[in-house]
Nanobody, 121 residues
């Protein structure tokens, strides 16, 4: 069984910063692509950023230049550094990872439980 556990959400003022972290644990053979998604009330879940195992990054246009995704392959963790936060960044942020398990020997998508980020004065 595999789990993704997120941490680091909270309330921040506009212009502030937060760092989200996500740790994968369980019967993991290899963690492949990792990423962050978000879902605001009344909206669909949207991609925020992704990172390959080789650390190639991609970002949604709305967060380019403000957010940075990184990972530690040895610890099976992914982080999202969020700077210059805006009220429209308010959402539940979800960690996502494609993970190859020891049991299946194939990559499957896994999701964290979500962490709330609220940007408000």
């Amino acid at each position: 069984q595999v789990q993704l556990v997120e941490s680091g959400g909270g309330l921040v003022q506009p212009g502030g910063s937060l760092t989200l972290s996500c740790a994968a644990s369980g019967s993991i053979f290899r963690v492949n692509n990792m990423g962050w998604y978000r879902q605001a009330p009344g909206s669909q879940r949207e991609l925020v950023a992704t990172i390959t195992r080789g650390s190639r990054q991609s970002y949604a246009d709305s967060v380019k230049g403000r957010f940075t995704i990184s990972r530690d392959n040895a610890k099976n963790t992914v982080h999202l550094q969020m700077n210059s936060l805006k009220p429209e960044d308010t959402a539940v942020y979800y960690c996502n990872a494609d993970i190859t398990t020891i049991a299946t020997n194939r990559g499957d998508p896994y999701w964290g439980q979500g962490t709330q980020v609220t940007v408000s004065s």
